[in-house]
């Protein structure tokens, strides 16, 4: 297995654009977690998904932010409109199930001017 | 609201010396435990994790112990090794999930 996939890797946009990351999670894990890094706040929690269902979205900013799972293989966290201080690397995570190890992408370094 | 702090943001170790990583987390209702090691430009790489019906579990020259009377948890690297020199971070599953601010582990060949 590829692992976690996400695209882009690098994104750089400017203040009220919309941004789209996008989430591969691993084959057979039936739970995938949102997650954002800054230098201040460390590794937060935005957003996790059980089966496809959001379960806990308490970590979303504001209502700026949104993220989908339409299905199994696919998910997405969308900003619109985006701000500088969104600025941050996003990290998708996946596990078996809530409660097991989670295994991360390598994470969208997201640039807004 | 309850959350999971680092002891030492930075640590720094001699090449083959044992490295010790230190974590207080405040949510008794947590019962799993994870460390990740994450190395520049990367995600987090799992290391070695522990439930809360244990005290101690060892892997390859990890072993995390873990104190549920004080809610501490360390991890110890035996003979730390220039690859080793990364982030370290604990992650505290339960209810909710949280991840300390990670210590940063620097090896001195």
């Known amino acids: 297995d590829a692992g976690v996939i996400q695209s882009p890797r690098h994104e750089v946009t400017e203040m009220g654009q919309e941004v789209t990351l996008r989430c591969k999670p691993i084959?057979?894990?039936?739970?995938l977690f949102w997650y954002r890094q800054t230098m201040m706040r460390g590794l937060e929690l935005l957003i996790y998904?059980?089966?496809?269902?959001?379960?806990?979205d308490s970590g979303m900013p504001e209502d700026r932010f949104s993220a989908k799972m339409p299905n199994a293989s696919f998910s997405t966290l969308k900003i619109q409109p985006s701000e500088p201080r969104d600025s941050a690397v996003y990290f998708c995570?996946?596990?078996?199930?809530?409660?097991?190890?989670?295994?991360f992408g390598p994470g969208t370094r997201l640039t807004v001017l | 609201g309850e959350s999971v702090g680092l002891h030492l943001p930075t640590l720094s170790v001699q090449e083959g010396d044992n490295s010790i990583i230190n974590c207080a987390y405040s949510?008794?209702?947590?019962?799993?435990f994870i460390w990740y090691k994450q190395e520049s430009g990367k995600g987090p790489q799992f290391i070695i994790d522990?439930?809360?019906?244990?005290d101690k579990r060892q892997g390859q020259r990890v072993t995390v112990l873990l104190n549920k009377t004080v809610k501490h948890l360390s991890l110890q690297i035996a003979a730390t090794q220039p690859g080793d020199s990364a982030v370290y971070f604990c992650?505290?599953?339960?209810?909710?999930?949280?991840f300390g601010t990670g210590t940063s582990l620097t090896v001195i060949p």
């Open positions: 995570a996946s596990s078996l199930s809530a409660n097991n190890e989670q295994f």
């Open positions: 084959s057979g894990h039936n739970s």
């Open positions: 998904f059980n089966n496809n269902v959001p379960i806990d």
């Open positions: 949510n008794s209702a947590s019962d799993y």
């Open positions: 522990i439930r809360s019906n244990m």
């Open positions: 992650a505290e599953i339960g209810n909710q999930f949280y």
